[in-house]
């Protein structure tokens, strides 16, 4: 077959192409910080065969302990990580995320318009250069169980609903949590909190810590809690990777954007100040974005990947993207005494 | 004796005598070696079983005294102060309880009353907070009931104790125990009406826990606790424990491979040698223990490690103790091969030395005939050989000397023949012409003999001669020479002469002799002889000469009217 053929001559001119990068890397470390399902053993392991170098893997599962991590030795312990948009500006901010040459990462050509529009994707750029490159996404919906849920939920305020006592499952992150609390107390700007929103969403958050059964952290841990408590509803932080988690686990679920609008993040690849080779970091980015790669995101994970266009039950629905918040420290050291069960009478 | 069979031997047995330690040693030091690594192995396993064993009663323990407070008296009164709010709770006698429990037990961070209304609400709550107990009282009181030790905790009956998963401690206010890897041992509380009250909870430091069931290990130990899933929970090296709070998860089984099987259940032991590999290579011996309540199928896997290094030095210590004793037994081995070699070389040498002496002096030397082993025999071989040989030799040389008289002398006189006799003649004229001296030469014919051999046979012919020569014999000295040219032809060598007179007195006296009578087969023979004599030097200056002379004088003698002598003069020859 002549394409074959052609993929074969191709696959010769890249090997050459790539021939003086493996050398020029040989015996590295690539140091990748990164969430759960985003890079699988099996694709570093090929990563690390063609460019003969080590990849180490850490993981985080939640936003805070990404940002400890990075800002631990202002990113000196890592080369590349993931984080959303939102997240990114204050890295962009403390300088440990630092612009990307685009000429490295030619796979990027072949994502879907909208995420080749970098500029207009809020938080990627700033000041005309771009800090990140567009991995996955997901909106974070409301999981509920058609068992013990009679109508699915429209809104994320059923999760307060005392029918549920006990039953829901929400998120450990302070982050998305102040601004789902903001949100759903009236606050305008839930991503820009006034003195007057805190009240009300350590109110609202505090609210919620009542009526759930507990906050989970990893995926997992809800599919395992799921499976041992009758749980009615699961905010969905994983979005459709937890979704489809869930189904695999066996649990007759359903999924929805509320009406209010779903927060939706986008993650994305950025590189560290200091990372020890830039050039493989962005190597790394650039391999992300093969097919191979990239589609196992969605067939693995359930997640949505830059390559292809969106499903329709994602597409349907409002989103709401992240957007930096005015204050992650304080939403974080906040929710820690929440989360450790300080009354109200505490704030 | 050089390298000789001695050598030889002494080599050939020092070797045998050094493998033979050598080996005995090698294979006595692989087999203690393999039993010392599997005593290691098996002293590991036991300590980490009974390790395991007092975590297990260590938690049973705390269960117990959950169960305790649960059941104090003084919960009752807090019970009914929180249905009727009007009721002051009395709350300070169940916290000194509680104080009093921690002060026992240092390995207790946090001992709490949870309300199970009221989102879970603190009733009494004691923490550790360094050195001192601190009562947490009033809006310090936390709410806990969205955490899995409570919830899941009030799903259990009386007297049923939950062991939450052991983790980092992030409850913000937990003094002591906050960021401290945490076991949660609670037990529900109720009511004498069987109503729920609530859950008292023991929070446990795993790490001050285990320090205390540690203490008697020894010292090169390292201590290793997992979860279910393989995390290091416990691990020497403080960075590689609760890997999964800090999003790196470390597995045991990454690390220690074997241990895998305990993981996939297919055992509840496992030890495993070289683990880390490189040079902290370890014998490491994992066993996995039930933990909690049976439902979930949940453990622990406790281990212990050592350094392999520590086993091989003990196993060292074994080799160069081996070593030293092959060493012994080669030293003894090589000195026995001395001796022996010595043993069997000295009657060997004694053997070599007596040949020698033999055959350069035919004299027999000392043999150790006397020995009773093959050595002995040997000798008294060598001994009846060289009797044997010296007979024969013996017996050589007499013949050999027969032959030689034969040939020098006549056979049937026993004089000495012509041969003989110039060989005298000759060393006698060669002293004569050196001294100056005389010689004088007389040869002598029978006459008419031919008439006795053939009138009385050849047999009274010899006797006749046999007769004649006899009695030349002694009608001259000793130091003369009378030998049988052959036939009735007789000849004298007179050494030494001083003067040529007394020799016509001897011619006389010869002639004289010789006429006598001789007795054959009875009757009377009438024989006589003539003499002819030469002079050296006057007559001849050599042997051939001086005999020749002689002959002539003789046949003048005869011709002359037999029985006579005549003296050879100058000039004179024979006749015809």
């Known amino acids: 077959m002549p394409f074959r053929r052609i993929a074969l001559h191709l696959l010769v001119i890249f090997a050459g192409l790539i021939a003086p990068v493996s050398s020029a890397t040989a015996g590295e470390t690539l140091r990748v910080l990164t969430w759960p ?88 750029t700033r000041a005309g250069q771009v800090y990140a490159i567009p991995y996955t996404y997901a909106e974070m919906g409301l999981i509920y169980n058609r068992k013990l849920v009679k109508a699915p939920p429209t809104s994320m305020t059923a999760m307060w609903d005392p029918r549920y006592q006990g039953q829901v499952l929400a998120y450990d992150g302070s982050t998305h949590n102040f601004t789902l609390a903001a949100r759903l107390s009236g606050s305008k700007q839930p991503f820009q909190l006034q003195e007057a929103d805190y009240k009300r969403a350590v109110e609202k958050l505090i609210d919620l810590r009542h009526n759930v059964l507990t906050f989970y952290s990893q995926p997992e841990e809800a599919v395992a809690l799921f499976r041992d408590h009758p749980v009615a509803l699961v905010f969905a932080n994983y979005g459709s990777q937890q979704v489809k988690q869930l189904q695999t686990a066996g649990a007759d679920i359903g999924y929805v954007i509320p009406e209010e609008g779903a927060l939706a993040w986008l993650d994305c690849w950025a590189v560290t100040k200091r990372a020890r ?71 | 004796m050089g390298r000789g069979l001695g050598f030889k031997l002494g080599v050939l047995l020092a070797v045998f005598g050094i ?33 395991a064993r007092r975590f297990s009663l260590a938690l049973d323990e705390v269960a117990s005294n959950a169960r305790l407070l649960a059941a104090l008296p003084d919960v009752a009164p807090i019970g009914k102060a929180l249905l009727d709010p009007g009721t002051k709770p009395h709350r300070a006698a169940l916290a000194q309880t509680f104080s009093a429990m ?96 609530g859950l008292v909870v023991i929070n446990l430091d795993l790490n001050g826990l285990f320090d205390l069931l540690k203490t008697d290990l020894p010292a090169d130990y390292s201590l290793y606790l997992t979860n279910e899933t393989g995390d290091f ?78 086993v091989l030095a003990d196993t060292r210590q074994l080799g160069a103790n081996t070593a030293k004793i092959v060493a012994a037994f080669s030293l003894l081995a090589v000195l026995l091969a001395f001796l022996a070699s010595r043993l069997l070389t000295r009657p ?64 049937l006189t026993g004089l000495p023949n012509r041969l003989l006799f110039f060989d005298r003649l000759e060393h006698a004229v060669a002293t004569a012409r050196r001294s100056g001296k005389q010689l004088a030469v007389f040869f002598i014919d029978l006459d008419r003999f031919k008439e006795i051999n053939d009138t009385l046979g050849h047999a009274a012919g010899d006797e006749v001669l046999m007769i004649i020569a006899h009695r030349l014999r002694s009608l001259v000295r000793e130091v003369d020479t009378v030998a049988r040219l052959g036939g009735d032809e007789f000849i004298i060598l007179f050494d030494s002469l001083g003067d040529v007179h007394p020799l016509t007195m001897l011619a006389e006296k010869i002639i004289h002799g010789l006429s006598q009578p001789v007795e054959i087969k009875g009757r009377q023979l009438q024989v006589s002889a003539s003499v002819g004599a030469s002079l050296f030097p006057q007559d001849a200056d050599d042997a051939n000469g001086l005999v020749h002379k002689a002959d002539v004088a003789m046949y003048l003698a005869k011709t002359r009217g037999e029985n006579t002598a005549h003296f050879y003069a100058e000039g004179e020859e024979r006749a015809g």
């Open chain 1, 37 to 124: 399902g985003y890079a699988d053993p099996d694709l570093v392991q090929v990563f690390e065969k063609r460019y003969k170098v080590r990849v180490e893997i850490t993981l985080v599962s939640t936003d805070d302990a990404l940002w400890q991590k990075l800002n631990a030795n202002n990113g000196a312990d890592f080369d590349v990580f993931a984080a959303n948009t939102a997240e990114l500006q204050r890295y962009i901010d403390q300088g440990i995320s630092v612009p990307l040459i685009l000429g490295n990462i030619p796979n990027a050509q072949h994502q879907q318009p909208r995420f080749r529009k970098l500029y207009d994707i809020p938080g990627i």
């Open chain 2, 19 to 51: 493998l033979a330690a050598g080996l005995t040693g090698y294979y006595s030091y692989a087999t203690s070696r393999v039993m010392l690594a599997k005593s290691a192995e098996h002293d590991l396993l036991t300590s980490t079983q009974v390790l």
């Open chain 2, 233 to 310: 929970l416990i691990h020497p090296d403080p960075s590689q424990a609760f890997g999964f709070d800090r999003g790196r998860r470390v597995l045991l089984q990454d690390t220690f491979k074997q241990a895998a099987a305990i993981l996939d259940g297919k055992t509840n032991t496992v030890v495993e040698r070289d683990g880390a590999g490189g040079d902290q290579s370890l014998i490491a011996a994992f066993y996995k223990l039930g933990f909690g309540q049976a439902e979930a199928g949940r453990f622990v896997i406790a281990g212990l490690s050592t350094p392999l290094e520590k």
């Open chain 2, 348 to 411: 060997l040498g004694m053997m070599v030395q007596a040949a020698r002496r033999f055959s350069r002096e035919h004299a027999m030397g000392e043999l150790p005939v006397r020995r009773a082993d093959e050595i002995g025999q040997l000798a008294r071989s060598f001994n009846d050989m060289q009797v044997e040989i010296q007979a024969h030799l013996a017996e050589l040389q007499e013949s050999r000397s027969q032959l030689a008289h034969l040939a020098r002398h006549d056979a």
């Open chain 2, 102 to 197: 921690l002060a026992v037990h240092p390995e207790y961070f946090q001992i709490r009353l949870i309300s199970a209304s009221n989102h879970g609400i603190e009733l009494v709550r004691v923490d550790r907070d360094s050195d001192k107990l601190t009562r947490v009282k009033g809006d310090d009181l936390q709410e806990k009931g969205h955490f899995p030790y409570v919830f899941n905790t009030l799903r259990l009956a009386r007297g049923e104790v939950y062991l939450s998963k052991i983790a980092i401690n992030h409850e913000q206010g937990a003094h002591s125990g906050l960021g401290k890897p945490t076991l949660r041992v609670a037990t529900p509380v109720f009511l004498d009406d069987g109503k729920l009250l």
């Open chain 1, 277 to 347: 080779n830039k050039r493989l970091a962005e190597l790394w980015i650039n391999y992300t974005l093969e097919q191979p790669v990239s589609q196992a995101l969605t067939e693995r994970q359930g997640l949505a990947n830059t390559l292809q266009t969106a499903s329709a039950a994602q597409a349907s629905g409002k989103i709401v993207w992240l957007e930096p918040v005015e204050n992650a420290q304080r939403r974080a050291a906040l929710w820690s005494r929440i989360m450790s069960g300080d009354r109200l009478g505490k704030f």
